[in-house]
């Protein structure tokens, strides 16, 4: 009871002789959302404190009972003296202390039984629930072991884990168990964890492949390691002044994060990419974590300043095409990703609904039935707080009601279609049935995380891809000189003999071939495009985007294309491009995952279970180029970028646009002009739907009637102002709509 006394009293003597935590040149934007002065001087202070322990001790012993008896019987039944214990199957060392993977490169975590950190957070948390001191000193000892394990994959050039976990798990649970220990104790399980967080700087020693975590990326890997140092160590008298930089340095980094996350979510709630396999996995604890701790450690609820995670549950219902009962969800394909079949696990997507009811129920309470319904649609078997990353999670997420999620009936409605500003998504929906029909449109990005040149393309879904992103992310060439490229999305390309490949970033072990390939005709630029227009009703949404500055301007004058999507099942689209020289051929791209045929009179029928009919009615006379089929599905650039797998890559890569169809003017000119009618159908027996175009000095009409006997009139201006006249007149006669769409954005469509 002494030593106790005695160490809190230094804590406040600490306190009183720091007058302020930082210089003025550190007044920065963390500073606006730290009060670090208010920084808990007890512990523990990361994701709980004392005054949270009533309470999660309560759901220990109530809502989460069973799952209390089963961590506590895993906690028992790990050894007492926390032992070193490597899995030799997986790998082996040579003489000169290299490691030789046998099957498949791990993170160096995995080469344990025991990483030590994991083990540590669930013996820590147990003591904090019983108070048995049995758990206490399993805690420290598998604090040792995380210790023991940083060091010997540091020593042999791995890295540890892949998000930070290990490392977060073992300083939460010093921070839980450091009241309890001497000086000398909290110095021999502290330091060597400070240590390596600050050689696994991105300025530290260590030199191997690690992910080093900045504020417009994941919110993990080593920078943000920082902050939960700084957590577990400021004012614990072992190494004070490293901590205060850390926790300083990584409350900055987080503050940067949350505001880069504000603003590019833009109140749709896209989380940091496009890329879903990166923002509904791993991407959503960066915020959380943050949320957790300023609670815990500051006693601050910043949940009203940074409301990207409130808006997450919309990000995701629009781009889950469908959910399957194996756990699996279906997406787009859109940005850096792989397209073995565009379906991804939804692992963490029940937690992170979870995150967001806890942080947000209070004040948004009329928003977390659409929550809750959504955690409802997800399969039974995903239905679970993940506890493999962060076993203590269940516990703390203390506003999180489980029996709403059984027994909700909200209907959810996150309105007519999904806009990103800054990444330029546009997501769309005829409904969310098997066979309803799905697009997205790329307008005007101005982030480039994850994105590729794929300005002003689109992707059309029913049944199955009917247009789609071309080749895939991957470990070989094809990576970089293929799939980002604009040869690979339905876009537009102008060619240009011998234009530099724009830059992609390339993948681990890449090797210069010393060869030079050049640009097939796309983009060189992914954020210089502008979002001209966006206007929706319950019968159409009509979006347009000025590309051409994603162009060179050694080529491009003008690139713009007007989407508009006929609900349930039309989409009309009509560009104007103008390159410098008429010798610099201009090509409408559009990719097919099976081979298209040509049904005469400029259509073409593709069919992947559901079918997509293609009408060209701008050029009059269009010049075709089909391109594809064995040994030129991903022909651009002087040659033929094959996916890896050999003679059977086709069984692995299952959604990469085997086929395009390359439309162009018959004769080289300056300014080209393309409109396409595209219907998808369930049926491949569908036929076209009757359209016909009218042409005056300032204005290119098409005249379409649908399959319910709706008659539309789209006027496009030829030249000058971009613009669109809209008139809808349904079966009966009554004019629906009949209205100019100028050249704004609206903000009202998801209501």
Sequence with gaps: MLKKII??????????????????????????????????????????????????????????AQDFARLKKEVDALPLDAPVILDHSLFSETKDGKIKFKKQSVHGNKLFKYNGGEEAVKAALVYLITGERVYLEKAVNYIRLANYVFQWTAQRGLWVDSIGQVRINALTAYDWVCSELDTAQRKEL????????????????????????????????????????????????????????????????????????????????LLAASTVTYSFSTYPYGTFHFLHTLHSAFNQDVTGRWKQMLDYPNWFDWAALKLYPDGDMLFHGIGDIFHTDNRARTTYMYTHMAQVIHFYSDKYPKRMDAVYALQNRL???????????????????????????VNTTAHIDYGRYFYNSSFGLLLMRSGKGDDDTYASFRFGARQINHQQYDDLSFIIYKKNFLALDGGSRTETYHHHNFAPQSVAHNTILIHEPQEAMPHFWKAWGYKPDGKTYYNHGGQYKKDRGVALALHSTDDFIYAAGD????????????????????????????????????????????????????????????????????????????????????????????????????ANW???????????????????????????????????????????????????????????GNKWELSFNKKEEIGLHIRIEDKNGRIKHDKYLDNTIETNGRK
């Design 547 to 646: 590309g051409t500055k994603n162009y060179s301007e050694v080529k491009s004058k003008e690139v713009v294309r007007q989407f508009v999507y006929l609900k349930p099942n039309l989409f009309v689209i009509y560009d104007r491009v103008t390159s410098v020289r008429k010798d610099q051929k201009k090509e409408f791209l559009i990719r097919f995952q099976e081979e298209p045929v040509l049904l005469g009179n400029n259509q073409w029928k593709a069919t992947h279970d559901g079918t997509l009919l293609v009408s060209t009615l701008l050029p009059r006379s269009p010049s075709y180029n089909l391109v594809g089929g064995p040994g030129r599905e991903f022909e651009a650039s002087g040659q033929n970028w094959e996916l890896p797998g050999g």
């Design 7 to 64: 160490y809190c009293t230094a804590l406040m003597l600490y306190a009183l002789l720091v007058s302020s935590f930082g210089s003025a040149a550190d007044k920065n934007r963390s500073q606006e959302v730290i009060p670090w002065a208010d920084i808990r001087k007890d512990h523990p202070r990361i994701f709980l404190n004392r005054d949270m322990l009533p309470e999660i001790r309560s759901r220990a012993q109530g809502v989460l």
């Design 379 to 405: 399969p039974d078997n995903q239905k679970k707080i993940q506890v493999s990353l962060y076993p203590f999670l269940p516990y703390i997420l203390t506003k999180f009601n489980l029996d709403k999620v």
């Design 190 to 269: 502290l330091m060597p964890m400070l240590d390596y967080i600050a050689k696994s700087q991105p300025d530290g020693e260590y030199t191997f492949r690690r992910s080093k975590g900045g504020p417009q990326s994941g919110g993990y890997g080593e920078r943000p390691l920082e902050w939960f140092a700084g957590l577990a160590g400021y004012g614990d008298g072992v190494d004070d002044a490293r901590a205060e930089g850390m926790l300083k340095r990584g409350g900055k980094l987080y503050t940067d994060m949350m505001n880069y996350r504000e603003n590019i979510s833009a109140g749709s709630g």
């Design 650 to 708: 086709a069984d692995q890569f299952k959604t990469t646009g085997k086929w395009r169809l390359e439309i162009s003017d018959s004769e080289e000119q300056v300014n080209s002009t393309f409109l396409n009618v595209l219907q998808a159908a369930a049926s491949s027996t569908a036929t076209p739907v009757n359209k016909e175009l009218r042409q005056t000095a300032q204005h290119d009409i098409v005249t379409i009637v649908d399959e319910a």
